[in-house]
Nanobody
Framework: QVRLVESGGGLVQAGGSLRLSCAASGRTFSRYAMGWFRQAPGKEREFVSTISWTGGITTYAESVKGRFTISRDNAKNTVYLQMNSLKPEDTAVYYC?????????????????WGQGTQVTVSS
């Protein structure tokens, strides 16, 4: 069974940086596209970024483009989200998700497995 565990969240001041990690276990990780989503209080789950199984294709939400970078290390079964120039609007629970295909996707319904989430709080 697939298990995804996020880590790296925390409290940071605006303009600071955090790197989130998502460790996968339970089945082959390398050939599956991965994504990051976030959900703030009172809001729907929002797409953040996705990466193809090779890492060759990445997609970002306009709100984070230029500030966040997604990457993966298939040898470690881990996907990362480097977050720079953080803003208070980035405050949310961040979720790692895995597709059953290697292609990128931007909709939550396209992902089959989810982590428990990690809290990111950005203060002014």
């Amino acid at each position: 069974q697939v298990r995804l565990v996020e880590s790296g969240g925390g409290l940071v001041q605006a303009g600071g940086s955090l790197r989130l990690s998502c460790a996968a276990s339970g089945r082959t990780f390398s050939r599956y596209a991965m994504g990051w989503f976030r959900q703030a209080p009172g809001k729907e789950r929002e797409f953040v970024s996705t990466i193809s199984w090779t890492g060759g294709i990445t997609t970002y939400a306009e709100s984070v483009k230029g500030r966040f970078t997604i990457s993966r290390d298939n040898a470690k079964n881990t996907v990362y989200l480097q977050m720079n120039s953080l803003k208070p609007e980035d405050t949310a629970v961040y979720y790692c998700a895995q597709r059953r295909t290697g292609a990128v996707g931007q909709k939550a319904g396209e992902y089959d497995y989810w982590g428990q989430g990690t809290q990111v709080t950005v203060s002014s």
